[in-house]
């Protein structure tokens, strides 16, 4: 075997060893790594401080702020999900709810949700969230079941739109 031969072997190994590394996923903790940010320390709250938030909210049960961060080759992307219950029959509280919870989801500092904001509200009976927000462009949601009525996703180009710059303001509670 030529040197040629035996280089070209090698650097196709290397190579294919480095393009598999961007296919792994990351092992998920029990808190997801923040990403660095540029975000101004004093715009925003932290994960941790969100959580606590959204779950002092009166009327909610069943709260939760997870990040769902995935690999697209060697970048990775971080979703915010935010998920409630809510007793609330009105429809102007159920919005109210979705606009705070999406607030609350873009005034993170400390996890840069590049892929936007996804909010899960479950009502009785379960109205489609994304209709709430009638005035919210671009807004990607389902209307077929209950499991898609009770979700709406905004992505970061829609959020910055409606709520402005990353990191949006806290929300009042």
């Not at 999406?102 to 892929?115: E, I, P, R, T, Y």
């Not at 994304?130 to 009770?150: C, I, M, N, P, V």
Request: aromatic residues 6%; hydrophobic residues 35%.
């Amino acid at each position: 075997m030529t040197v040629l031969s035996r280089l070209t072997i090698v650097t196709a190994g290397v190579l294919i060893l480095v393009g598999c590394a961007g296919c792994s996923t990351p092992q998920l903790e029990e808190e997801p790594n923040v990403s660095q940010t540029s975000a101004p320390t004093s715009s925003g709250q932290t994960l941790a401080e969100a959580r606590a938030q959204l779950q002092e909210r009166s009327g909610l049960t069943d709260t939760s702020i997870t990040v769902n961060e995935t690999m697209s080759g060697f970048q990775e992307h971080r979703r915010l999900w935010l998920e409630a219950s809510t007793t609330s029959t009105s429809e102007d509280e159920q919005r109210t709810l979705v606009e705070y919870m999406f607030a609350l989801g873009w005034s993170v500092n400390d996890v840069d949700a590049d892929q936007g904001v996804s909010v899960r509200v479950h009502t009785q009976p379960q109205v489609t969230i994304g209709a709430l927000l009638k005035d919210w462009e671009g807004l990607q949601y389902r209307s077929t079941s209950d499991s898609f009525r009770e979700l709406v996703v905004a992505s970061r180009k829609v959020l910055e739109r409606q709520l402005g710059q990353w990191p949006g303001a806290v929300p009042s509670r």
